[in-house]
């Protein structure tokens, strides 16, 4: 059985735009992407709904892109989602919907899509073969994270993906302030 994550007809994103990255230092050393709570809290909820009703779900993760001497970094902002068509091992935005889903983030000034964050009811936090190239589809080469949860015992997991093959990430979770 195929389980698949489709972000259908994307656009290339957004987080290739290379100019005006802010120097800012990150505050840990080492981690390119930092959340607060309240983000994880969003995307665990959207997915416990999802559980609920046996579905996976999905989302954009917005935020911004920032360099120091160690490299590009992101700083997420929030999370967008749109109407979904979803079943227990696959889900994808209704394609009707994803030009007021990028007109959401747009809105929401000077942020990029950072990351992409999607559910595994019961399946474990893992990148699919398809979900790489989903991933691939959103970020091109560019760097884009992709947040994997399983609401069925209340993990998540980070990943990049480099040369076609997921790796984890580290990320530092913040309290809100
Ligand atoms: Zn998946």
């Not at 073969?129 to 399983?150: E, M, N, P, Y």
């Amino acid at each position: 059985m195929r389980r698949s994550a489709t972000v259908m007809e994307m656009p290339k994103v957004i987080s290739s735009e290379k100019t005006g990255r802010k120097y800012r230092r990150r505050s840990v050393r080492g981690v390119p992407l930092f959340m607060d709570e309240g983000i994880i809290s969003d995307m665990a909820n959207h997915a416990d709904i999802g559980y609920a009703e046996d579905k996976e779900v999905l989302g954009l993760i917005s935020g911004r892109v920032y360099r120091d001497e160690e490299g590009e970094y992101s700083i997420a902002s929030g999370t967008a989602t749109a109407r979904l068509d979803a079943t227990g091992v696959s889900v994808r935005f209704d394609p009707d919907c994803l030009e007021d889903l990028f007109a959401s983030i747009d809105e929401s000034g000077g942020d990029a899509v950072i990351g992409w964050y999607h559910s595994h009811p019961g399946f474990g936090c893992y990148l699919s073969d398809v979900d790489i190239r989903t991933h691939s589809d959103i970020f091109g080469k560019g760097t884009g994270f992709a947040v994997v949860l399983d609401p069925s015992d209340g993990t998540l997991m980070v990943f990049t993906v480099e040369d076609g093959e997921p790796k984890a990430a580290q990320m530092v979770v913040s309290e809100d302030g």
